[in-house]
T-cell receptor, first 111, second 112 residues
Framework: DAEITQSPRHKITETGRQVTLACHQT?????MFWYRQDLGHGLRLIHYSYGVQDTNKGEVSDGYSVSRSNTEDLPLTLESAASSQTSVYFC??????????FGPGTRLTVL | AQSVTQLGSHVSVSEGALVLLRCNYSSSVPPYLFWYVQYPNQGLQLLLKYTSAATLVKGINGFEAEFKKSETSFHLTKPSAHMSDAAEYFCAVSHSNYQLIWGAGTKLIIKP
C-alpha cells in the first residue's frame, strides 16, 4: 500500500544546530506540504512543492528550507534551530485538488 | 481571502448522543471540502470529502456531512457518539493553488 513516512518520529536538539526532518511518500503525488502544529495555532503551512525542483514558501517559512530533487522526498531543514521551532511537524502529499495524505508527524524539541 | 470557521474549539457530548460539529467556509466558487480526524499523537486522517457530486457525503466510522451552498456550511454529524470518537476534527476547503485552507479544529469530548 502507498504511504507517507516521516523520520525521525522524535528529535531533541540544541539551539543553533541544523536539523533535517525527512518525508517520503510512495503515492507518486506531485504536491507535497510541510506543516507545523502548535496548541492554539492549528495547522500552519511552512513550505510546499508542486513537483521536482519546485519549492514555495508558506505562511511561516522563516528559518526553514526545503528542496525537491525527486518526486518521493521533501526534506525540511531548520538552518539554525530556535526554541520557537519546538513543535510537531507534519508532512502531507496530494494530487491536484484531491485530499492530502498525512504522515505520522515528527515531534521536535529545541532546548 | 478564503477562510474556514469551526464553531467551538471544544464540543462535549454524552456517549450515544448526536454529534454535530460545525464548519462554515467563505468561497466564491463551489470548492472541494474535507473533514479530517486526528487521534492523540497521530497524523490527520481523512474522514470524508465533498467534490461537487452528492451534497450528503458519507464517510468512515459512521460520520456524514451535508454541503449546503446557500449557507456555505459543511457540518459533520454522527447519530450516536462512541467513546472511540474522542479526537480533534478539522474542516478544510480546497484553494485554487492546490493548498487546503484549514479550520482551527474542534476537540470532541465524549462523556460516559
Amino acid at each position: 500500500d502507498a504511504e507517507i513516512t516521516q523520520s525521525p518520529r522524535h528529535k531533541i536538539t540544541e539551539t543553533g544546530r541544523q536539523v533535517t526532518l525527512a518525508c517520503h511518500q510512495t503515492w507518486n503525488h506531485n504536491n507535497m506540504f510541510w506543516y507545523r502544529q502548535d496548541l492554539g495555532h492549528g495547522l500552519r503551512l511552512i513550505h510546499y512543492s508542486y513537483g521536482v525542483q519546485d519549492t514555495n514558501k508558506g505562511e511561516v517559512s522563516d528559518g526553514y528550507s526545503v528542496s525537491r530533487s525527486n518526486t518521493e522526498d521533501l526534506p525540511l531543514t531548520l538552518e539554525s534551530a530556535a526554541s520557537s521551532q519546538t513543535s510537531v511537524y507534519f508532512c502531507a502529499s496530494s494530487e491536484g485538488y484531491n485530499e492530502q495524505f498525512f504522515g505520522p508527524g515528527t515531534r521536535l524539541t529545541v532546548l | 481571502a478564503q477562510s474556514v470557521t469551526q464553531l467551538g474549539s471544544h464540543v462535549s457530548v454524552s456517549e450515544g448522543a448526536l454529534v454535530l460539529l460545525r464548519c462554515n467556509y467563505s468561497s466564491s466558487v463551489p470548492p472541494y471540502l474535507f473533514w479530517y480526524v486526528q487521534y492523540p499523537n497521530q497524523g490527520l486522517q481523512l474522514l470524508l470529502k465533498y467534490t461537487s457530486a452528492a451534497t450528503l457525503v458519507k464517510g468512515i466510522n459512521g460520520f456524514e456531512a451535508e454541503f449546503k451552498k446557500s449557507e456555505t456550511s459543511f457540518h459533520l454529524t454522527k447519530p450516536s457518539a462512541h467513546m472511540s470518537d474522542a479526537a480533534e476534527y478539522f474542516c478544510a476547503v480546497s484553494h485554487s493553488n492546490y493548498q487546503l485552507i484549514w479550520g482551527a479544529g474542534t476537540k470532541l469530548i465524549i462523556k460516559p
